[in-house]
């Protein structure tokens, strides 16, 4: 064995097959490794619902029979992997971070997503971490406390995918499956220092839908780019059970390497005056704009003629906390994060004429990015406009914002129009606390996105420091 057990744990998926193809290691290896990466990290940043160390096992040992006989299994035969806990998952409860969800049922079937990565030889190693029915872009839980960041524990992971996120960052599972309703993949991605894709809506199939409906799609979270678009080409395809699926998509993979010589690609440091976005943040987004300049890129500074849509997101997500909620009793319904009780409020009083104007607004949204992408093949922006701030809140002390989109208007809006869109690693702050830049493209362009973020990757525009004590 050319790599040391120990150092398992921090390879990339494709790494990690690569060890398998070639006998230097096995499946059971880097699981064991991933498990005893969960032991140190849960106390640290409180990322895992569960692990599961005998189911774990199990799989990985099947895997490594596969492997003996030269029959590995789909894409990911024998990798480490996390699973947000929203996701149904076959033989485990789904507990949403909500003390109103009992622990005896056990899903009796996989999401879909869930079941093309057991399809796919996947380990399943653990569930991470959401907020409360991943309604807010923070990783905190009446049910499962607060998950701090692996940089620095007393700061946010990020969420609703914080979980995820801050169990790749420390190594504990290769590949972490999020969902992404308003930035809950990209925002945590950005926090921790790693990469993140919410897909084009429909591309990976979503079920059951959830409270949000079409906001929401299914993503990979990962080391790397190329590590997520392998995971991406696993998870997508077609499921009788989503009913909002457009036709199957080519895979991203083969395109990966074709780079971004020619592509156009417009810049917007701050959707045109409307976002104040830090000077830490600012810098590290125009240094990766330079990287793909130099990779022949063609830049120009340029806005989408948009408004911010939050007022419209508004009524969407509120409308959503309100139908989820409408089925629980006043005793469970004070049970619950004061900030979902109030936005369950709120969505209760919208009528249908103010739900209706908000979808168009939607509409329009995605009619007006829509005609911004026949002039650029992709748009740059900050992830978010900060870097993370204390775990355990819903938006930054002293900052005047009352919800969390106050802090997250690069993210939503491409859940409305149902965009591709990445968040990229492009730095760390004073405090070493990661930022992120994020990538968009046309609905259907998700191999736009992959190939611009692998640029930056194998450029190492990209590459920041490890988690302390990783």
């Known amino acids: 064995m050319t790599v040391p057990v120990t150092d398992l744990a921090d390879l990339t998926a494709r790494r990690l097959l690569l060890g398998y193809r070639g006998g230097e290691f096995t499946p059971v290896d880097a699981t064991r490794a991933a498990l005893e990466r969960i032991a140190a990290a849960q ?23 596969r492997w003996r006989r030269g029959e590995p299994r789909g894409l990911l035969d024998g990798v480490p992997v996390t699973v947000k806990d929203l996701l149904p998952q076959r033989g485990t409860a789904a507990l949403h971070g909500s003390l109103t969800v009992g622990e005896g049922v056990a899903a009796a079937e996989d999401a879909p997503s869930v079941a093309r990565l057991r399809e796919h030889g996947a380990v399943f ?50 590949l972490a499956l999020g969902t992404d309703g308003g930035g809950s993949i990209r925002v945590p991605a950005a926090f921790c220092g790693i990469f993140g894709l919410k897909p084009t809506h429909g591309r990976v199939p979503l079920f059951p ?50 780079g971004v010589r020619g592509l156009r690609i417009a810049y917007s440091p701050s959707f045109g005056g409307q976002v104040a976005v830090r000077p830490a943040v600012a810098s590290a987004v125009r240094g990766a704009v330079s ?18 849509p939050v007022e419209a997101f508004h009524t969407l997500w509120s409308a959503g906390t309100a139908r989820l909620l409408h089925r629980l009793g006043p005793r469970q319904r004070q049970s619950l994060d004061p900030g979902l009780r109030a936005s369950a409020a709120a969505g209760a009083r919208i009528g249908a004429v103010e739900y209706l104007a908000a979808v168009d607004a939607r509409a329009e949204l995605g009619r007006r990015m829509g005609r911004f992408h026949t002039s650029y093949d992709l748009l740059i922006t900050p992830t978010v406009p ?6 355990g809140a819903e938006v930054p002390a002293g900052s005047g914002h009352r919800r969390w989109t106050g802090w997250t208007p690069f993210t939503y809006p491409f859940n409305m129009t149902g965009q591709p869109a990445a968040s990229v690693p492009c730095g760390v702050d004073a405090d070493g606390l990661p930022i992120g830049v994020q990538l968009s493209a046309a609905r259907h362009a998700d191999a736009l996105v992959l190939r611009a973020a692998h640029a930056l990757y194998a450029s190492e525009a990209a590459a920041i420091p490890a988690p302390p004590g990783v």
Do not use: C
């Open 43 to 65: 106390p640290r940043v409180n990322a895992f619902v569960r692990s599961d160390a005998e189911g774990a096992l199990a799989l990985a040992e099947a895997s490594a029979d």
């Open 125 to 174: 190693v653990g569930r991470t971490t959401t907020s409360e029915f991943g309604w807010k872009a923070v990783t905190d839980s009446p049910r499962h406390g607060v998950t701090g960041n692996p940089y620095d524990p007393s700061r946010t992971a990020g969420g609703s995918s914080g979980g995820g996120a801050a169990a790749v960052a420390l190594g504990a599972g290769a």
């Open 386 to 391: 900060i870097t993370a701030f204390e775990a």
């Open 291 to 308: 990287a793909l300049a130099g990779l022949g890129a063609y830049i120009e500074e340029a806005d989408p003629d948009i408004a911010d």
């Open 209 to 258: 839908a959830g409270p949000f409906g079409t906001l929401t799609q299914v993503g990979p979270m990962a080391r790397d780019a190329a590590d997520a678009a392998l995971m991406l080409d696993a998870i997508s395809g077609t499921d009788w059970r989503d009913g909002y699926q457009p036709p199957p998509a080519d895979a991203v993979g083969p395109t990966l390497e074709d």
